[in-house]
């Protein structure tokens, strides 16, 4: 089965993955790394129509955020110039 993920976004998932999203044990489970797991739970509750507060407690390397967040919009405007297949437009 060909990959049908666009390429933008295979790269971005790639990218957190090599940063430190998912950690794998010995047996190779994959799992998400503690400190990404409540990020990514209270994503869940704001997707449900919960409100969250996120504080940041240490910065992190400029370099490394920079580098994430350009991907991250390389995939929204990708997606933005093909919007096969994306979701529903946004709104109240």
């Known amino acids: 089965m060909a990959n049908m ?3 933008e976004l295979n790269e971005y998932l790639k990218a957190t993955m090599e940063h430190g999203l998912v950690a794998v044990d010995n047996k ?3 799992e998400l790394t503690p400190r ?8 869940h509750e704001v997707l449900a129509g919960g409100e ?15 580098l994430l ?8 405007a990708a997606a933005s110039e093909n ?5 529903e437009p946004y709104g109240p």
């Open 36 to 43: 990404v797991r409540a990020v990514i739970d209270a994503l």
């Open 5 to 7: 993920m666009p390429k």
């Open 28 to 30: 190779g489970k994959h």
């Open 52 to 66: 969250v507060t996120i504080s940041l407690k240490t910065p992190g390397n400029t370099h490394r955020k920079q």
């Open 83 to 87: 919007p096969a297949g994306s979701p």
């Open 69 to 76: 967040t350009e991907k991250m919009n390389t995939v929204l």
